[in-house]
């Protein structure tokens, strides 16, 4: 299958960049993905919130509304099948959706979230004295930013501390756009075996965890089947941890672009701002998994016919001067938040979000209270980030700890 399309991602070029590049055509673009695949991309803050706001309704997630999936025109063996089609929350429409979202969404309401503050704080505080002991060039994504996230999200959903590299490592490969077909289906596998594997155990040996809380829900009835149970900790357990891994990692990178508001940061406890900003600035979530068209439909005054695959793409998003200004593109904590997409908008609106909130406020407020003088060792513009346009974010951040007596 092969279109006269541009190329998402193109080719040496940052798939920010790309988009901002298409966001001169149209808020709305037609783009070919690797493996000739084509389908859209929305590129301005007013054309995702138009989806979002449509999702359930002209705007659906199970992939039995894309015909180019079943009639022949995808290959068999296109890698993003393993995402696409995945059996999870996110690919269930309507009814089931909002079944299966308010079973999940009783465990994350502010209250419960905030009664988690002090087992998150213990284990901030337990890996930082790691960073401090490791010294000067500790890389902080395996040792913070990225170990923080999956440490709380393993704990809620009773994931042992042995099984948590196997669940880091299956969600990088499944993400990333240059994993081979064959190995993203195997990936998606073994990941799909292990949380039934899991959701056995807990029906053996149930606890005090949120897989523990689900296998007692299905088991009582709650219409809520074992597969159904799956898809929602593939999800939770994927999206859980993965895009609070590269919003820290935004963060730190825009704090030491920004010396300034840092200074800020800390002298005024700022860091839920930090937060914010960073959420609208570099979003983790690059692009979303394909919604598609129930109808033909009209987006930011761009026609999409019925059946056809779109991607919301957060980044460039939360970077649209019409919605921004000129100053879209600068990092300040004191801009006023007018209602960035950060964490989505309607029906599908984070579930996560007062969890992701907490943990990133409570990290980056311990981290530079404990390292004022925290440097990056490396010029931001050689960091390496991850190969995906689904979600990105930086892969290594070595830093400086700024501990030597002057």
């Known amino acids: 299958m092969t279109t006269h399309l541009p190329s998402f991602p193109a080719v040496n070029e940052n798939p920010l960049d790309t988009c901002l590049r298409l966001r001169e055509i149209a808020p709305v673009v037609e783009v070919e993905f690797p493996g000739g695949v084509p389908a859209y991309l929305a590129l301005t803050h007013k054309a995702v919130r138009e989806i979002l706001a449509g999702d359930n309704k002209t705007f659906l997630r199970d992939p039995r509304h894309w015909p180019a999936l079943y009639d022949g025109s995808i290959p068999e063996d296109w890698p993003l099948r393993a995402i696409v089609q995945g059996g999870h929350l996110s690919t269930m429409d309507g009814g089931d959706h909002r079944r299966l979202r308010g079973l999940v969404g009783r465990a994350f309401t502010p209250a ?16 930082l004295d790691d960073v401090v002991a490791a010294g000067d060039g500790v890389d902080l994504v395996p040792a913070f930013t990225e170990a923080l996230p999956m440490w709380v999200i393993c704990e809620l959903f009773g994931i042992p501390a042995e099984d948590r590299l196997r669940l880091r490592n299956w969600t990088a490969t499944l993400l990333a756009h240059t994993t081979p077909p064959e190995v993203a289906f195997a990936t998606q596998n073994e990941l799909q075996a292990f949380l039934h594997e899991l959701v ?30 799956v898809g929602v900790l593939w999800l939770m357990l994927v999206a859980g941890h993965e895009t609070t891994v590269h919003l820290l990692g935004y963060a730190v ?35 979303t998994s394909f919604r598609f068209t129930a109808e033909d439909v009209t987006v930011a005054g761009v026609r999409i016919p019925k059946g056809n695959a779109v991607g919301v793409v957060y980044q460039a998003s939360g970077v649209d001067p019409a919605e921004y200004g000129d ?71 070595p830093v400086d700890l700024g501990l030597t007596a002057s």
């Open 112 to 127: 419960r979230v905030q009664a988690l503050e002090p087992r998150i704080q213990q284990i901030i505080d337990g890996l």
């Open 200 to 229: 056995e155990r807990k029906q053996r040996e149930p606890g005090d965890d949120l897989t523990s809380g689900l296998v007692q829900a299905r088991d009582e009835g709650d219409r809520l089947t074992t597969d159904e149970l």
């Open 253 to 287: 990178v825009a704090l030491a672009r920004n010396p300034g508001q840092l200074r800020l940061a800390m002298a005024e406890d700022r860091w839920a701002d930090v937060v914010e900003e960073t959420l609208r600035y570099r979003h983790s979530v690059m692009m």
């Open 327 to 397: 100053s879209a593109d600068r990092f300040d904590i004191t801009r006023e938040q007018t209602g960035h997409l950060g964490f989505g908008h309607g029906p599908r609106y984070c579930i996560g979000a007062p969890l992701a909130r907490l943990e990133s406020r409570l990290a980056l407020a311990s981290l530079y209270r404990r390292l004022p003088r925290l440097s990056l060792a490396i010029d931001p513009d050689d960091i390496a980030y991850s190969p995906s346009f689904f979600t990105i974010g930086p892969l290594s951040l």
